[in-house]
T-cell receptor
Framework: DAKTTQPTSMDCAEGRAANLPCNHS???????VYWYRQIHSQGPQYIIH???NNETNEMASLIITEDRKSSTLILPHATLRDTAVYYC??????????????FGQGTELSVKP | GAVVSQHPSWVICKSGTSVKIECRSL??????MFWYRQFPKQSLMLMAT?????????EQGVEKDKFLINHASLTLSTLTVTSAHPEDSSFYIC????????????FGPGTRLTVL
């Protein structure tokens, strides 16, 4: 699986948009970009994933560059409950079973009042 | 959404004893489950892939005789830490693809193991 690079930590003001970048310059054509987050002492939570088109759901938006070498997760109106470690993962996808996920170090997002 | 549960949520045991952690899929059948370990301030490390009705596949460096995995039914996978030692103290998390929502995985809440 391709590796990803994320900033170690970021701060965001409550109510503002949080933009979390991820570099995946060695991504292959059949690899998807996945985002998960982990709130302290809990299991990770799925946020969103995409292949090449931008995606949006009730939690976040995912913007993938045209060359697919980087992406940005956007939390449009961050709340204190969004404080967590956010993981960007790339792997082959597209099926219903889902393969194993290899986690990097992630970005620790702190949302401040 | 799909729910994965783990039991116990936390356990404290003496060095040398064995501890069993259960991972259950509550509203879907899980032919595959993954087991992760997470040390404080670190990321999740994949330990093994548990397949219903067959032997688990372990990641490089994970001792299969120490971390016994059994996946005897479509809703239950167990991880047994045998002869636990203080260095095995960690947060153990399981996950499973639900099969209903394309290509997502659902994680259990984790089990905190402390070996004295």
């Amino acid at each position: 699986d391709a590796k990803t690079t994320q900033p170690t930590s970021m701060d965001c003001a409550e109510g503002r948009a949080a933009n979390l970048p991820c570099n995946h310059s060695t991504i292959s054509g059949n690899e998807y970009v996945y985002w998960y987050r982990q709130i302290h002492s809990q299991g990770p939570q799925y946020i969103i994933h995409g292949l090449k088109n931008n995606e949006t759901n009730e939690m976040a938006s995912l913007i993938i560059t045209e060359d697919r070498k980087s992406s940005t997760l956007i939390l449009p109106h961050a709340t204190l409950r969004d404080t967590a470690v956010y993981y960007c993962i790339v792997r082959v996808g597209g099926g219903n079973q889902g393969g194993k996920l290899i986690f990097g170090q992630g970005t620790e997002l702190s949302v401040k009042p | 959404g799909a729910v994965v549960s783990q039991h116990p949520s936390w356990v404290i045991c003496k060095s040398g004893t064995s501890v069993k952690i259960e991972c259950r899929s509550l509203d879907f059948q899980a032919t595959t489950m993954f087991w992760y370990r997470q040390f404080p301030k670190q990321s999740l490390m994949l330990m093994a892939t548990s397949n219903e009705g067959s032997k688990a596949t372990y990641e490089q460096g994970v001792e299969k005789d120490k971390f016994l995995i059994n996946h005897a039914s479509l809703t239950l996978s167990t991880l047994t830490v045998t002869s636990a030692h203080p260095e095995d103290s960690s947060f153990y998390i399981c996950s499973s693809p639900s099969g209903r929502v394309t290509d997502t995985q659902y994680f259990g809440p984790g089990t905190r193991l402390t070996v004295l």
